[in-house]
């Protein structure tokens, strides 16, 4: 990725406060990510977009909202063109996956901010 489209990235999701929510700037950081999932068994959410997906770009304030409401979650944004590897097979955009004890234990497919909440609730 370019200079500029990290700063873009940045720009959209600056870490909050809690720290709990970050950015795959490419496959290999995904990976990362996944592997510290797996490892620490944090509670985590993946936020699965594109910079071109309308709905997407809607949902993306309400997703970093809602990780300063969230704390003990790690909030984890991945866009599939940054990502295209590690993101194959993610056929529909936003895609939310859940991870509990370091396995997926639940996806989310679309926007609509309470449908989210609750769903954060539910794994949080």
Not at 6 to 32: M, Y
Not at 43 to 53: D, E, K, L, M, T
Not at 93 to 122: A, N, Q
Request: glycine share 6%.
């Amino acid at each position: 990725m370019s200079e500029e489209g990290e700063n873009a990235e940045s720009a959209k999701l600056p870490v909050n406060e809690h720290g709990n929510l970050v950015t795959a700037t490419g496959d290999d950081n995904l990976k990362d990510i996944f592997h510290s999932i797996r490892i620490t068994k944090t509670p985590a959410v993946i936020n699965y977009g594109a910079s071109w997906c309308r709905v997407c770009n809607q949902i993306l304030p309400t997703f970093q909202e809602l990780s300063k409401n969230f704390p003990k979650l790690s909030f984890v944004y991945a866009d599939i063109d940054e990502c295209p590897e590690t993101t194959q097979n993610i056929r529909y955009t936003p895609t939310f996956h859940f991870y509990r004890d370091g396995e997926r234990v639940d996806e989310m497919f679309g926007g609509g901010e309470e449908r989210l909440h609750d769903r954060l609730w539910l794994h949080s």
